[in-house]
């Protein structure tokens, strides 16, 4: 029965992971070409840091969701 769990747990996370991806996109410095750039301490500087961190989560959830969903489903 905690098979099934961990594989709902896994879908869950990979699906909100998506979601976030989808949204914010890979992290800049994931993908190719150019970040963007702000002057340090301006509003426009901690929109990207704040966009990047989200999109490191959304990754993260994404790749530890996939392993649970698979793990719960060869467990």
Do not use: K, N
Not at 26 to 48: D, H, N, V
């Amino acid at each position: 029965m905690s098979e099934f769990w961990i594989m709902a747990l896994g879908l869950g996370m990979a699906f909100q992971g998506a979601l976030i991806i989808w949204v914010g996109g890979l992290p800049r410095t994931l993908t190719p070409g150019e970040s963007p750039t702000a002057e340090e301490g301006t509003p426009a500087a901690a929109g990207i840091f704040w966009l990047e961190q989200y999109s490191f989560i959304g990754l993260t959830l994404l790749v530890v969701g996939i392993g649970f969903a698979i793990w719960g489903y060869i467990g």
